[in-house]
């Protein structure tokens, strides 16, 4: 190997396992010069970097203290509803497809204008969205689904029929007729199922919430015949370069400001410069994570293993009496039935003291969370008995899928169950401890 590829093989080595700035991109460049041109002022004086740990992300170059605004990008530089539905095409296939899904428009818009390349006004943001798609465990093809745990089948299944519907009810609406304003080519060649995939899982990883009434109020215009959902979507530019922790804590609201609306996001959390600076998408543990969002964090505090009324009751064939039926119904005792790191949710506690002492007035120690120890022991054990039976379900399910991961999706679940099972073990030494 010569000297200039010894280097440049050591240039991209470096950058893929180590910090380094985005500064001097052209895309961040490009993105950061028309916000400005828009209105928007980095006061926070934000920039880009590729991190090891989780890609590309924010960082400043200044420390950011607790409760400080962290960005405010004015509503014009958003895309929401509202500007998807200027454009004619989108107008015109809302009429024909009636009642679709803000995503859906997102997702459509955004195809749209990728495919005008250099006379999309948006082309300064849709430069910085990967071309990629993001490892959701939905977008894996059936063979890949059929070989997933059982549980995260179910979600990946239901959330490739969400897509698969949209994607219908998008190109049934597409008139044969329609050709794109700016090439002539056939607008069916240019919102085809793989672009529609891609701009679906971009909206899904990217978006924010709004408030739908300051969209609708601000449009002039009732969206609900044409939605079957409120516009509470928009796409935020270098917003949406925020990576998430379960750490952060921050406020987001569209606020108006000296008359003109921004989205603005402050955080609750201190960063010192050049740190990363991390928001939150929501209380979410590891599985919504990975679902939703392609990726899962190493430490959550918020992870759990989740549990049915009736898993539980198969385990051990245990078979309910009417009174006891009764009380777990009124109480809502079935629900949140979880085990995480540092113990059992009030529910799940309730639920095996129902099962293990059948013949008492249940509620005075249930709600003033009066257990004897005997009472935790006995809870610890069948909560052992349980998280072991999913370890090994675990096991079994990463054997089966190692036995077929062919895809970078599968590959990534297999990553997930990994973890899974590390997290399990930690579950279980945590309830070892107190047996
Ligand atoms: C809103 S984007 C954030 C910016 C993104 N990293 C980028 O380069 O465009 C959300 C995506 O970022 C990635 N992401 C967010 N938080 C992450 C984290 N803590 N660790 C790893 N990846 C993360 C996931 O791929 C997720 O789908």
Redesign the pocket.
Known sequence: MGRTRRKRKLRATHERCCNFSLESHQETICLKKRMHELGWENRSQLVLKNFA?????VSSVLNIKHNQSLIEVPYELLITCANALETEVLNNLIKRCKRTKVQDILATFLILEKHKGEKSKWKFYLD???DEL??LPWLSNETELSAFPSHLMKIAKKRKWDMDVSWERIEKSINSNWTCFCCGEPLNRVITFNAFTWGYAMVN??AVYIQPDIVIELLGKDLSSYLSDEPCLALCPFL??????SEANIKAELTCMDESWKYTLTTLNAYKKHQQI?IS?GSHDNEKLFCE???F?SHNHLDHIQYSLEEIASIDNISLSMKQRSFIQSRCLGDELYIYTKGLSFNLKALFFVIQKPDIEWSRIIYSEGYENHDYLLMYTSARDIVTLRKLHHIEELRNLESVAISKYALAIIGFLKHRIHFIEQILSFLNSRI
């Open positions: 740990s989780t890609g590309r992300g910085t969205l990967p993001p490892f990883t990217r949406d370069m925020f990576n998430h922790s991390y998408y969002y392609g990726f964090l």
